[in-house]
């Protein structure tokens, strides 16, 4: 699905150019329309910007679903468990979305 310009800048404008989940900058010419949705079964009005690889990753799922794939991934994954052993930054017990970090 395409969008006009302007309706773009205003999806964009809700984070001041950042990617609605993992909060990287993104440019007015490429970032992706996310289709927000809290619950399985519930109308996702909503439309966020994203960056390509939390689309992409994301796909048809709910954030809440999202969030669990993520944890799986980090939690099971060796290489994030010494990554976070060497740099000494700990794996957060939850992850937590961009949006949620600014309060959107
Ligand atoms: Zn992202």
Avoid: W
């Avoid at 079964?41 to 954030?63: D, F, H, I």
């Amino acid at each position: 699905m395409s969008y006009s310009d302007s309706r773009k800048d205003s999806i964009l404008s809700i984070t001041n150019c950042r990617c609605y989940y993992c909060g990287c900058e993104l440019s007015s010419d490429k970032f992706c329309v996310d289709h927000f949705k809290e619950q399985e079964g519930k109308p996702s009005g909503r439309l966020v910007p994203a960056c390509v690889e939390c689309n992409k990753a994301k796909s048809y799922m709910t954030v809440e679903q999202f969030r669990e794939r993520l944890q799986n991934v980090i939690f099971t994954n060796l290489y994030s468990r010494i990554t976070s052993h060497y740099i000494g930054v700990p794996i957060p017990e939850k992850v937590t979305f961009y949006y949620e970090k600014a309060g959107l």
